[in-house]
């Protein structure tokens, strides 16, 4: 039986993965925001993993409590990985709104959202090339 | 001097000013040029200040496991070029500044730069990256056009793409050290592959937000298409927020120098080949700062200071760049230009092509003076070879738009550009003056300099040469570049990027092969 640790690290490594194939490949805009998503959601269990390593328990200990566990035989998970990724959680959030309104907005133009045809918007032929094609 | 608390607490004070600035500035609008005025100039206080030889304080807020700080002289020039180049862009729109709210979100880029700078853990970092991308994404977003929608979105999906992959590598890196700081990855057994995809995906996510080579195309089409303000900010000093952590690493990790060099070489020659061969004013000054973001990796000891000199002279000639009548390179040099403008223009070119008076010939002539170090395959020797004629190729670069007529009369179209480049002019012509400065260049050294701005521009005048003969025969349009600036590139990239940073890691040991089998796939 293979270490647990180690074969969640690579499910959650796995979602990451999927995800940026998925930011790659789709042709969706909304579908590439969804894919973005799921990386950051490979993000934020790879920090809860990391965090659960040392033990379950949250190191939060309840009015009264403090002189029965003081005992460090309890295994306490790591609170600096879950207090580090709080903050992750909050800035994926708001980017995944800003990505959301310009998206909508991007959706007049084009409602099947077609990376493509923003991509004709912002059209890189020089003009010099366009010069050399007619010669 | 003071004692240590106070001088934590007055840098704290420095660091949060700029977002309580902010927050007030949206409360009394009335308030807020005045406002980012003294931002900016508690940030040049602090830049000077930790410039002068000996200065380092390390704080850290929370006890040891919380966020952790360092002011010294890897972080001064950065904040010297981020106050400057705010200001020029804070001079320019003092008349009239743009519509929404752009001193707002001006005060929380320096804020945020500021903080990245200084921060030398990998999360305060990521924090202080992810603020200062979303308010560049603001910024672009100044106009609400379909086009800038687009560009905005774009960096945006790029951007926090890979910052979630930057969090993905220092997971795995905690999960090695124990820690999030910078230092404690000089303590790592090397040779491990979890290791090895960590520094990778850390790496990546910086050498991204730095605009360097693969993992830098969403840059010119960004940088070209923003308003002629956000331009000179994003080329200026937003690359400079992903430049600075690199070089810190560089510093910490001597071993790892190799990949630094490497990737800042690809990136020169990318950059140069391609501003070589771009017909648009914005589009050429974009593709130069991918190619100079790489000279900054060859030597991460004077990087700093080469990026101030490459930030201070872009910023000018971006600004100089929104008032121009025309982009188009190929009607450059038929209009004349206000001489105030003109004056800009040349003042930029000629300091980033490295002509001696200028700031720029010292930032470039530091690079070259301080050791380098070789690398696997490229020994130093040769590197000291490649290194002027890495420099020719900007001097062409600059060379087509040095070529320009000045007309007359006495407007100032772009005052901001116009600061900027007396302050390389005078910075210039009194560097060998100032305390821990260089001194004054020998005869070799200027000659060498100049040598370089002619071989440049004798490259400019054969490629002015070439071009009707090439153009008649058709051979243009065969040897057109390809274009790589699709979204679906520059995603592919990254992961390309990835990639070939985990295998110079693990110092080319064998891979397994679904890694070569998503690189082969991105690359079709």
Redesign the interface.
């Known amino acids: 039986m293979p270490d647990p640790f180690r074969l969640l690290e690579a499910m959650v490594l796995l979602t990451a993965l999927v995800g940026l194939l998925g930011l790659i490949w789709r042709r969706n805009l909304f579908l590439r925001a969804l894919a973005l998503d799921v990386m950051g959601t490979g993000a934020i269990s790879l920090f809860v993993l990391v965090a659960a390593r040392s033990g379950l328990r949250t190191p939060i200990l309840a009015r009264g409590e403090l002189a029965l566990n003081a005992v460090p035989s309890i295994a306490w998970a790591d609170a600096i990985p879950q207090a580090v990724i709080l903050t992750a959680i909050v800035i994926g959030l708001s980017i995944q709104a800003l990505l959301l309104v310009v998206i909508a907005r991007l959706s007049r133009l084009d409602p099947l959202l077609d990376t493509a045809s923003f991509e004709a918007l912002v059209i890189a032929a020089p003009p010099e090339a366009a010069g050399g094609r007619r010669a | 001097m003071a004692d240590p608390t106070t001088l934590d607490a007055w840098l704290i004070a420095w660091l949060l000013l700029p977002f309580l600035a902010a927050f007030s500035s949206a409360l009394l609008p009335r308030l807020a040029r005045s406002l980012a005025l003294v931002c900016v100039l508690t940030t040049l206080a602090w830049g000077v200040w930790a410039s002068l030889p000996g200065r380092q304080v390390l704080f850290e807020l929370i006890g040891s ?1 919380g966020v952790q700080l360092q002011l010294d002289g890897v972080a001064a020039p950065f904040l010297l070029l981020n106050a400057l180049v705010v200001l020029a862009v804070l001079v320019d729109s003092w008349r009239q500044p743009p519509p929404g709210p752009f001193l707002l979100l001006l005060m929380v880029l320096l804020g945020g730069l500021n903080s990245s700078f200084l921060a030398t853990d990998l ?1 305060s970092l ?2 202080a990256l ?1 603020v200062v991308g ?1 308010t560049a ?1 603001l910024l672009i ?1 100044q106009s ?1 056009e ?2 800038q ?5 774009r960096y ?2 790029v951007g ?2 890979v910052m ?2 930057f ?2 590598g220092s ?2 890196l ?2 090695y050290t124990g820690s ?1 700081r910078l230092q404690s990855l000089q303590e790592l057994p090397p040779g491990s592959t979890t290791l090895a995809v960590g520094l990778a995906l850390v790496m990546l996510g910086l050498l991204t937000k730095a605009g360097v080579f693969l993992s830098g195309l969403w840059l010119p ?1 960004t940088h070209a ?1 923003a308003p002629a303000q956000v331009s000179a900010l994003l080329s200026g000093v937003v690359v400079a927020g992903g430049i600075c952590p690199l070089l810190r690493l560089a510093l910490l990790l001597p071993a790892q120098q190799p990949v630094f060099t490497w990737v800042g070489l690809a990136s020169v020659l990318l950059g140069l080949v391609y501003a070589l ?4 004013l914005k ?1 050429l000054l974009a593709w130069s700062t991918l190619s100079q973001m790489g000279f900054a990796l060859l030597n991460p000891a004077a990087g700093g200071l080469f990026v101030l000199g490459h930030g201070v002279a872009k910023g000018a000639l971006f600004l100089a760049a929104g008032k121009v009548p025309s982009r ?1 390179l ?1 009607l450059w040099g038929q209009q004349p230009l206000a001489p105030a403008l003109g004056l800009t223009v040349l003042v930029g070119a000629l300091s980033i092509a490295g002509a001696p008076p200028l700031l720029g010939y010292y930032s470039k002539a530091t690079l070259e003076t301080l050791p380098l170090t070789g690398i696997p395959g490229l020994p130093v020797h040769l590197l000291g070879w490649l290194l002027p004629l890495l420099m020719v190729g900007t001097a062409a670069v600059y060379a087509r738009i040095c070529w320009l007529p000045l007309g007359a009369g006495w407007q100032v179209p772009a005052p901001g550009g116009l600061l900027l480049a007396l302050v390389l002019v005078l910075v210039g012509l009194l560097a060998p003056l100032l305390p821990g400065g260089s001194p004054f260049p020998s005869t070799a050294a200027l000659g060498k300099g100049l040598g370089v701005l002619a071989a440049g521009a004798a490259v400019e005048a054969l490629r002015r040469g070439l071009r009707r003969p090439v ?2 025969l ?1 051979f ?2 065969r040897l ?1 570049l390809p ?1 790589l ?4 590139d520059l ?2 990239a990254l ?1 390309v990027v990835g990639a070939g940073l985990q295998l110079l890691l693990l110092r080319l040991q064998p891979v397994s092969t679904d890694l070569l089998l ?1 690189e082969a796939l ?1 690359l079709a």
Not at chain 2, 277 to 280: A, F, I, K, Q, R
């Open positions: 496991l999360v990521y924090v992810e979303i994404f977003l609400r379909p086009r929608l687009w560009i905005a979105l945006l999906l926090n793409g979630t992959l969090l993905i997971g795995l905690y999960l999030f089409q298409e061969g771009d017909g648009d589009r188009d190929s153009t008649a058709g243009r349009h057109r274009n600036e699709s979204l679906i995603l592919g992961a998503v991105c």
